[in-house]
């Protein structure tokens, strides 16, 4: 059982689209992130979610709306593509919000190029 | 701010040979410490952990780090690097602020 999995792994999409990426985690936490790394793998959290409550928000386009229907799904909704948004954006747990008590659970990443 | 420091963007060992990544920390207090590893187009894989106690700390396949707050440090080590080891490795803090805050990473080279 994967325990953090995002979908899809690739995405290739035009300019001005809109794209959702998923993300699901088995593992019981409470909290969930985004981060996205860039080409030069640089890692940025952009959003957190603690029991489906948003307690991160760190400043990003507005374009990109995070949802998190309970609190084991948190998806990310990115509205307008631009060329660059293309990056890989990564879904990850953690126990509570508090610290991140073990450390952060990684999805295997979402690779998105805007072309 | 809060920040974590990779200095080494790019390290290359040959195989066997022994292994220390550098990382710095600027932080109020003494954060919760954490080294990743990214192997190509893979997520990020937590290695080893610090959180109090003893400075030496020890992690999965064969890694380990030590803190020491004098120098805001904690550095990875690995007494003999195997050709898998090459990946990419991240340090990475977190504090009050309930995030984790990463290094800009080192790539590792192994070679033959």
């Known amino acids: 059982d994967t325990a953090v999995s995002q979908t899809p792994k690739y995405l290739v999409t035009q300019m001005g689209n809109d794209k959702s990426i998923k993300c699901e985690q088995n593992?019981?936490?409470?909290?969930m992130y985004w981060y996205k790394q860039d080409s030069k793998k640089f890692l940025k959290i952009m959003f957190s979610?603690?029991?489906?409550?948003?307690?991160i928000n760190e400043t990003v386009p507005n374009r990109f709306s995070p949802k998190s229907p309970d609190k084991a799904h948190l998806n990310l909704h990115i509205n307008s593509l631009e060329l660059g948004d293309s990056a890989v954006y990564f879904c990850?747990?953690?126990?509570?919000?508090?610290?991140?008590?073990?450390?952060?659970?990684f999805g295997s990443g979402t690779r998105l190029t805007v072309v | 701010a809060q920040s974590v420091t990779q200095p080494d963007i790019h390290i290359t060992v040959s195989e066997g040979a022994s292994l220390e990544l550098r990382c710095n920390y600027s932080?109020?207090?003494?954060?919760?410490l954490f080294w990743y590893v990214q192997s190509p187009g893979q997520g990020l894989q937590l290695l080893l952990k610090?959180?109090?106690?003893?400075?030496l700390v020890q992690g999965i396949k064969g890694f380990e780090a030590e803190f020491k707050r004098s120098q805001s440090s904690f550095n990875l080590r690995k007494p003999s690097v195997h050709w898998s080891d090459a990946a990419e490795y991240f340090c990475?803090?977190?504090?009050?602020?309930?995030?984790?805050?990463f290094g800009s990473g080192t790539q590792l080279t192994v070679l033959p």
């Open positions: 932080y109020g207090a003494t954060p919760y």
């Open positions: 990475a803090a977190s504090g009050s602020a309930r995030q984790l805050t």
């Open positions: 593992l019981g936490h409470d909290t």
């Open positions: 979610y603690n029991n489906k409550e948003l307690i």
């Open positions: 990850a747990s953690s126990q509570g919000p508090v610290g991140p008590g073990d450390g952060y659970t």
């Open positions: 610090y959180f109090s106690g003893d400075t």
